[in-house]
């Protein structure tokens, strides 16, 4: 692949692809990891949440069952 061809494949990107291309890109010159922000989603607190609403009617075994459905294995 030619230097041109490259630039032309870089400014196809997006504006965010091509962002995170050119800190990739000086992190590799640099010699520096790139400081990637990493996205981890907050799941609320479903069984939190469960007991405000019903009290103790909750089962005591639905916190398993919660965890394995967020990922929290």
């Known amino acids: 692949m030619s230097v041109t ?4 494949q870089v400014a196809a990107l997006s504006q965010r692809e091509r962002t995170l291309f050119e800190q990739l890109f000086h ?6 990891p790139p400081s990637i922000p990493v996205n981890q989603s907050q799941w609320p607190d ?3 949440r ?6 103790s009617k909750i089962a005591p075994e639905s916190q398993p069952i919660i965890n394995e459905a967020r990922g929290d294995r």
């Open 46 to 48: 479903f069984n939190e």
């Open 5 to 8: 061809e490259l630039i032309q």
């Open 27 to 32: 992190a590799m010159e640099t010699g520096n």
């Open 50 to 55: 469960l007991q405000g609403i019903y009290g």
